[in-house]
């Protein structure tokens, strides 16, 4: 029987983030995820009228298909899933990870071709800007690992995070923050390890509340591509491509990533090298979600955490556009808290955030203790 909360998070999925109609088609993309919560996501989008399509996939049938392929087959493969995405109203993404290392031993060349001649022509290209879209992980023991919790306790943990928050309430206390980024000028990120100097002048900005990403809760914009100056060291870990990067650190001079570091100095590399966008920055975004305190590499979370920032190299979003592009958006994060070793964001001028908490009266309804109440 399915858990009444895994229902609950179906409801929200199709009714408030995908906001389905009738008549409408609605994809539903999913990796390695129990049947039972496919059934209720079906069972959701005929509730709304809508016509549910299926896409079910695994990360180990992933691999095999990746390890074999070539430029040909790729795009071979990108070519009838553009056509479907092309007929898309709403999109739905489920990931459920059985091993998040299972793309761990490809080739570089292998994830880079992917990026390049798959997601980007049918996510980045299509689905991001042309669908109401919403992606998710769902819960697994592999996760509760990661978090460093008993499988029971990160179930409870996962529905508190994703199906039990107040979208709406949270939407509105942003509506001041997407207002002072949206007008703003000079950014200035210290921290251990990191200072950091960029322009989000007439770029726009977006808040994040439940539309397309669940867990959610950020507020984002994007540096204008050539501003970008100094140096970011990031705290946290991050799993890209199978593999997992600890201590990545960025220099940039004028827009562009000059020298990055991390555990594995190559492979951070090859990441980087994947076209010429990948190198530049594609967003950069405020962290809030009150009940997500602490990383554990999986970016869906962890850039949402509150008290964090993540500044993104790749691609950009249409929606705060500095005309970047580049199959590559790795969301990589940094904690400001105390226990992250702190930091400030200063905004022109304006201390904005100090060790994680919201000091300026546009922001400070993000702070945890408001957004719980």
């Not at 509506?175 to 950014?187: G, N, P, S």
């Not at 870990?237 to 020298?259: A, C, M, Q, R, W």
């Not at 594995?264 to 009150?290: H, M, Q, S, W």
């Amino acid at each position: 029987m399915l858990d009444p909360r895994a229902q609950k998070l179906a409801h929200l999925l199709v009714h408030y983030s995908c906001a389905v109609q009738p008549g409408e088609k609605v994809l539903i993309e999913a990796y390695d995820t129990p049947q039972d919560f496919i059934e209720a996501l079906v069972d959701e989008t005929y509730a709304a009228g809508g016509y549910p399509i299926l896409d079910l996939k695994t990360n180990a049938l992933m691999r095999a298909l990746l390890k074999g392929a070539s430029e040909e087959s790729l795009k071979a493969i990108a070519d009838s899933e553009l056509y479907r995405m092309k007929q898309m109203d709403c999109y739905i993404g489920v990931r459920a990870p059985v091993n998040p290392k299972d793309l761990a031993d490809l080739p570089a060349e292998k994830n880079a071709m992917k990026g390049r001649l798959w997601f980007q022509p049918v996510h980045g290209e299509v689905r991001v800007p042309h669908t109401r879209w919403v992606v998710l992980r769902y819960p697994t023991p592999s996760m509760a690992m990661l978090a460093n919790m008993s499988t029971r306790e990160f179930e409870d943990y996962y529905f508190k995070v994703t199906a039990d928050v107040d979208y709406e309430r949270m939407d509105r206390a942003m509506d001041a923050a997407q207002a002072f980024l949206a007008q703003a000028d000079q950014v200035h990120i210290k921290g251990p390890g990191t200072d950091l100097r960029f322009s989000i002048k007439g770029i726009g900005a977006t808040k994040c509340a439940g539309k397309l990403n669940i867990p959610d809760g950020e507020v984002y914009s994007c540096p204008v591509r050539n501003s970008v100056n100094g140096v970011i060291r990031y705290n946290t870990p991050s799993t890209y491509n199978g593999f997992t990067f600890k201590d990545v650190e960025l220099h940039f001079k004028d827009g562009k990533i000059v020298e990055a570091h991390a555990n594995d100095d190559k492979r951070v590399n090859e990441i980087f090298d994947t076209d010429e966008g990948a190198r530049y920055v594609g967003e950069f975004a405020l962290g809030c979600n009150p009940g997500v305190t602490f990383a554990m590499d999986d970016i869906l979370f962890d850039e949402k955490i509150a008290g964090s920032f993540h500044f993104t190299p790749g691609n950009a979003y249409d929606d705060t556009d500095n005309g970047n592009r580049s199959a590559v958006h790795w969301d990589l994060v940094c904690i400001q808290t105390p226990e992250y070793g702190g930091g400030e964001i200063w905004i022109d001028g304006e201390l904005i955030r100090k060790d994680g908490r919201f000091v300026h009266p546009a922001f400070t309804a993000l702070n945890p203790e408001l957004l719980s109440c």
